[in-house]
């Protein structure tokens, strides 16, 4: 069984920034990427960042404000965002693609239960 907990999330003025968590625990062999997705009220989840061994990747109106990061030896994943937006004010979630043994070729999905991003003056 594999968890993922958010936090970070909070109220912040307009132009501010953040720094989400996301603390990975449980039967892990290796985390092959973590995503950071949000969800506005009455709008659909979209991916706001994602992270591999190979990069990273990055919506485009998240571009420049926002970076994704991990510390492997934490199994935890961070995002900072900068120059936050009223916008931005939404319900972020992490997923990981974890794999729980060598012979786990595949991996499996998880998801977090999220944090609540509020920007507002």
């Known amino acids: 069984q594999v968890v993922l907990v958010e936090s970070g999330g909070g109220l912040v003025q307009p132009g501010g920034s953040l720094r989400l968590s996301c603390a990975a625990s449980?039967?892990?062999?290796?985390?092959?990427?973590v995503g950071w997705y949000r969800q506005a009220p009455g709008k659909q989840r979209e991916l706001v960042a994602s992270i591999t061994s190979g990069g990273t990747n990055y919506a485009d109106s998240m571009k420049g404000r926002f970076t994704i990061s991990r510390d492997n030896a934490k199994d935890t994943t961070y995002l900072q965002m900068s120059s936050l937006k009223p916008e931005d004010t939404a319900v972020y979630y992490c997923t990981a693609l974890v794999r729980v043994g060598p012979h786990d070729y595949y991996g499996m999905d998880y998801w977090g239960k999220g944090t609540l991003v509020t920007v507002s003056s």
């Open positions: 449980g039967d892990i062999f290796s985390i092959d990427a």
